[in-house]
């Protein structure tokens, strides 16, 4: 190490190839990668070994940070998404921005044990009580950046516009917390977020057709495509949904948000789930993208995404966690594949390589960052080197050693994670954040 500038051997290291590669060496000067070189047989002079496999760092395209405290409250009983979504408004309920922040350091912390550099906040509990603004009106979005920083990770905060409490009908109880009083309102007040810092950026979010009106949806779209920014909403994750939109437009969800403008390469459809061919083949003829969460999607009975279609149409896919039930983003890769395999009864709809493209590289650009997502000069330094030497993955030879990555590995094979040149997690271990601790104390302090 010399100044800023860190050297790296990676006993092997994923290049976005079908294969990873042996000996390679990574010198990393700021925030940036300078140099990749593989056919390294060993490690030069001064350079950090990282003994097991190497991947860009990954990134969870969709999470709602606060849902993290419903983990193992939520999954008894019988019931559906919208038995869960109550369970939901009662936490919303009980945070104030000083918890909130504490809970989204100790999530986002948890995610960085489990390799993901960065994170896309859906962040749409934007208000106290009733609905009342804080002094600051983006207090609550302030709290989750500061909460990523100190976390040690990178953040795009996709703030949501949220209006209505269902097709036509007005914003109720714990409702009145998210929702601004028009869509110029919600505008206004991302706008007044003003400079972010270097590792944090904004995006925007229509919440859903139900509770965001076409001409609303029309002007959140215009306003992101104004400013280059990316656009996530969730569409089609229930038949619910579907339904109503049908009954009060004529409309399927995606076909409703492309009509307001909303469709298009900068767009990320969430879940995706329950959607006709036309839908599909919309969103691949924009060239847009789909992020699945699988498992927030079977933990709530959602069903299974048509992934494999959806990327054969042209659209790209990334992965989120959601709700995060886990926060593993191997299971979210795995999990594509596997839904799939039962869904239709055959295997290899989807290659391991393809799998983690959309966790790392697709993933980064669906939240605004790509320039991350791969090892290559230029990209932004993100490392994550999972052992090899585990028991789960005891065997993993070098010519298969991405599909025992994806389809054996979990979040606690991370050993090592760098974001933008700085190291965070050594040895399995948070370098400043007695994780475990911090989500107990944060998940009681909201909890009866």
């Not at 918890?99 to 509990?125: D, N, S």
């Not at 269902?166 to 109720?172: A, K, S, T, W």
């Not at 009954?247 to 307001?260: F, N, Q, S, V, Y």
Request: net charge negative; glycine share 12%; proline share 4%.
């Amino acid at each position: 190490m010399s100044g800023d500038r860190t050297t790296y051997w990676c006993e092997l290291a994923w290049l976005g190839g079908e294969c990873p590669e042996a000996g390679v060496v990574v010198e990393v000067e700021g925030q940036r990668f300078a140099r990749v070189e593989p056919e390294a047989p060993k490690p030069p002079a001064g350079a950090e070994r990282l003994a097991g496999l190497t991947i860009p760092g990954l990134a969870n395209a969709h999470s709602h940070a606060f849902h993290r405290a419903l983990r193992g409250r939520a999954q008894g009983g019988r019931g559906s998404f919208w038995t869960w979504r109550q369970q939901m408004y009662e936490l919303a309920e009980v945070l104030d921005p000083d918890a909130y922040q504490a809970l989204a350091r100790a999530t986002f912390a948890e995610m960085a044990l489990a390799g993901i550099t960065a994170v896309g906040e859906f962040h749409y509990l934007h208000h106290a009580h009733g609905g009342a603004p804080y002094d600051d009106p983006n207090e609550v979005g302030r709290a989750l950046i500061a909460a990523a920083s100190e976390a040690g990770i990178r953040i795009t905060l996709l703030d949501s516009c949220y209006l209505l409490g269902g097709f036509g009908r007005p914003l109720e109880g714990g409702q009145l917390r998210f929702g601004d009083p028009s869509a110029e309102a919600w505008a206004e007040r991302v706008e007044a977020l003003g400079e972010l810092g270097a590792r944090a950026r904004i995006g925007a979010a229509i919440h859903s057709v139900r509770a965001v009106a076409p001409d609303s949806a029309a002007l959140v779209a215009a306003w992101a495509g104004e400013r280059s920014l990316p656009l996530h909403a969730h569409v089609s994750e229930q038949p619910a949904e579907n339904e109503a939109c049908l009954a009060a437009h004529g409309r399927t969800p995606a076909a409703l948000l492309d009509d307001a403008g909303a469709v298009s390469e900068a767009f990320t459809a969430v879940h995706f789930t329950h959607v006709t061919d036309d839908d599909v083949a919309l969103l691949g003829a924009a060239n847009g993208r789909c992020c699945l969460c699988p498992t927030t999607e079977r933990d709530l009975a959602d069903g299974v995404g048509r992934g494999r279609a959806i990327a054969d149409a042209g659209a790209r896919l990334a992965l989120g966690s959601d709700s995060h039930a886990v926060i593993d983003g191997f299971e979210e890769m795995r999990a594509v594949e596997l839904d799939q395999r039962l869904a239709t009864g055959e295997r290899g709809h989807h290659a391991a390589a393809e799998l983690l493209r959309a966790g790392c590289e697709h993933g980064h650009a669906s939240i605004g960052w790509p320039e991350a997502g791969r090892i290559a000069p230029g990209a932004i330094a993100d490392l994550v080197t999972v052992g090899l030497d585990g028991v789960g993955l005891a065997g993993a030879t070098d010519e298969h050693a991405l599909e025992s990555l994806v389809f054996a590995a979990t979040a606690a094979d991370v050993r090592q994670v760098v974001v933008g040149g700085r190291p965070i997690v050594r040895d399995g271990r948070h370098l400043e954040l007695d994780v475990a601790a911090e989500l107990r104390d944060a998940i009681d302090a909201v909890s009866e």
